[in-house]
């Protein structure tokens, strides 16, 4: 029977235990782990309520004795099997373990079923009686009292098996919390089955108290047989490749899979072993991953506060050797403002960087094909720029024979006098200096072709002034301007003529003359005429831009320029142009390109390029030191 006292703590824990249902039931989403331990409050509630009525209940009024009696089983039957299911929703996953989990409460249910059907069967009781020594047991204690010890044993070995195969101090207190709370009510369970008839019927419920106890400090107060680890694990494993969580000393406490198969078995990283312990001096060569590990560590202590780099480790797939590519970040964990560890979380960027790579090739490739057609647009314009040369080179050729001639038929002549002879000198050194002029020129097409057919990636990094800039495009548009009609005007900030830019003058010639052909194509539109090109100082910028006098850009097209490949010139245009030349300013000179509405009608295409890159000389300071 209930004793007094027994009674007292079983009212004190009934108590405690509505008090919980209330508050549990108050909170609209509470976590499965929640819900299985509620589970066990209540079965052990009611278990603990029949007690008491069986207490207070006439010892004449077998029957009700009896449905008290069954009632109490709600809780015995019950109760291992919530525990084994917060076991395996801990180690296991309740999605993978649904299936066992709803499966572990058959038993229970089929044994409330016999408990309630006895008198037909008397599977459960032969002699039913609330004296433990007049009680004569059917064939069935034996299936639901080994099903219990099952449920309690299967329990407790999946959380250490659990807390040995993570190996953290996280899982160990888990794991003695589990094994008082499970081991409690299984060694006493097993006394109060095969020890002597004085032990009272009250002993396995009170040592279920502990399993209450112990798993409801570990819920609610430790935190710990909730899901808060697994799911802090699958969220780590989804937000990165690899992880390692080390503690203050260098110790090495946790990390995933993938992180065991990358960096531990090639590194001699291992579970509670310092960092210092996988490298020795002779490992350098090998080992650099864990140096640059350590050292980064080590810095985020001392700067208290988050470390990043890039690391590359080797692998061989078979025969064949390649790298991986990781962001690694060093995080410090602060806990009562004192430093506890460290989480260190590996992001595989081989990938990008191969897109990267593939990417830059790409729009290498963009470029130079930009280039080479605009070399073909030139050639025809090329042709006609060395055919004025070449033939006004032949036409002084031939008047410099023809006085040659001259000069030879008149050696006998008594009538030709010196003065004769020093006209005919003179005449031959005109026709020679625009010989002279004729070729400069040509070598002047000739060196900014060239420079324009050089490939994108032999840039050189030289000072070059914006009037070498703005005569290379005007040699190279000369004959573009000329077919369109139009005429090449240069106006300068007052008191500033003389830029110069530090680069690679072919790749500026290359934006500046597709701004041209623009402006050029723009301007056709309404019968040519004057294209500016502008240069001024901006802040601490400097601007360079065409303006034209065309039809315009119209809004839907300009918001939409540098950032991709669009043309508004139908078939006659690629849009590689203008995307180009924004990633060349971009890229080589760290600048950028822009377009605004030109005041008289027409647009105004620039780029910017900082100062920085720039240096000026006064036209006013340079006319001072002449002076």
């Not at 899901?227 to 503690?247: E, F, G, M, R």
């Not at 830029?499 to 500046?512: A, K, M, P, S």
């Not at 080589?588 to 000026?616: C, H, Q, R, Y």
Request: charged share 20%; proline share 4%; hydrophobic share 40%.
């Amino acid at each position: 029977m209930v004793s007094d006292w027994i009674a007292t703590v079983f009212t004190i824990i009934l108590v405690a235990i509505l008090l919980f249902i209330i508050w549990s039931l108050r909170i609209r989403h509470l976590p499965l782990i929640h819900k299985l331990y509620l589970g066990i409050a209540i079965s052990f509630g009611i278990w603990l309520v029949a007690l008491l009525c069986i207490k207070y209940t006439d010892p004449a009024n077998t029957t009700m004795l009896w449905v008290w009696d069954s009632f109490t089983y709600i809780g015995v039957a019950f109760s291992p099997a919530f525990t084994l299911c917060i076991a395996l929703v801990f180690t296991k996953g309740w999605e993978r373990m649904k299936p066992l989990g709803w499966a572990a409460f058959i038993i229970p249910a089929a044994t409330n079923v016999i408990v309630w059907t006895n008198p037909i069967h008397h599977l459960q009781y032969k002699v039913f009686s609330v004296v433990k020594s007049e009680i004569v047991f059917g064939p069935y204690i034996y299936v639901s009292g080994l099903y219990t010890y099952i449920c309690l044993v299967t329990g407790i070995v999946l959380m250490i098996s659990f807390a040995i195969k993570n190996d953290s101090r996280l899982y160990l207190k888990q794991c003695i919390l589990f094994s008082l709370g499970g081991l409690a009510p299984l060694v006493v369970s097993s006394i109060a089955t095969f020890g002597p008839p004085s032990i009272p019927i009250t002993a396995t419920p009170l040592s279920f108290v502990a399993t209450v106890v112990c798993n409801g400090i570990a819920i609610y107060q430790l935190h710990l047989l909730d899901i808060k680890p697994i799911a802090t694990q699958h969220i780590l494993n989804w937000i990165t490749d690899c992880y390692l969580v080390v503690s203050d000393e260098g110790l090495a406490l946790a990390y995933n899979k993938p992180f065991e198969e990358m960096f531990s078995d090639r590194f001699g990283i291992k579970l509670n072993h310092y960092l210092s312990e996988s490298v020795k001096e002779e490992d350098v060569a090998k080992k650099t991953a864990v140096y640059n590990l350590m050292t980064a560590i080590e810095s985020c202590r001392q700067s208290g506060s988050a470390i990043s780099y890039e690391q590359a480790v080797g692998t061989y797939e078979g025969d064949l050797y390649k790298k991986n590519y990781y962001i690694t970040d060093v995080t410090p964990l602060v806990i009562n403002d004192k430093l506890s560890g460290f989480v260190v979380l590996y992001k595989d960027i081989t990938q990008l960087k191969k897109s990267m790579q593939q990417l830059q090739d790409s729009q290498t490739r963009m470029m130079e094909q930009e280039r080479m057609a605009f070399l073909g647009q030139m050639m025809a314009g090329l042709a006609h720029n060395l055919k004025t040369p070449i033939m006004s080179i032949s036409g002084c050729v031939s008047a410099a024979e023809d006085l040659v001639e001259e000069c030879v038929s008149s050696l006998d002549d008594p009538e030709v006098v010196p003065s004769d002879y020093q006209e005919i000198y003179s005449e031959m050194g005109e026709w020679f200096q625009r010989i002279r002029e004729s070729t400069a020129y040509m070598s002047d097409i000739i060196t900014a072709i060239k420079g324009q057919a050089a490939s994108v990636n032999l840039s050189e990094d030289t000072p070059f002034t914006v009037d070498e800039l703005v005569g290379r495009s005007r040699l190279l548009m000369r004959h573009e301007l000329q077919s369109g009609n139009c005429s090449l005007e240069v106006e300068y900030e007052e008191g500033k003529k003389d830029f110069t830019l530090h680069g690679d003058i072919n790749n500026l010639v290359q934006v500046l003359n597709n701004l041209l052909s623009n402006a050029v194509y723009a301007q056709k539109q309404t019968g040519g005429g004057a294209i500016t090109v502008g240069v001024r100082q901006d802040g601490d910028n400097l601007k360079i831009y065409v303006r034209d006098t065309g039809p315009g850009v119209k809004p839907q097209i300009r918001s939409r320029l540098f950032k991709e490949m669009i043309t508004s010139k139908g078939t006659m245009g690629t849009g590689l142009g203008l995307y180009i030349s924004n990633t060349v300013v971009r890229g080589k000179f760290g600048g950028s390109m822009w377009v605004e509405d030109n005041p008289g009608g027409g647009s105004i295409f620039g780029m910017t390029i900082p100062l920085a890159a720039v240096s000026s000389n006064d036209s006013n300071e340079e006319e001072g030191s002449r002076q």
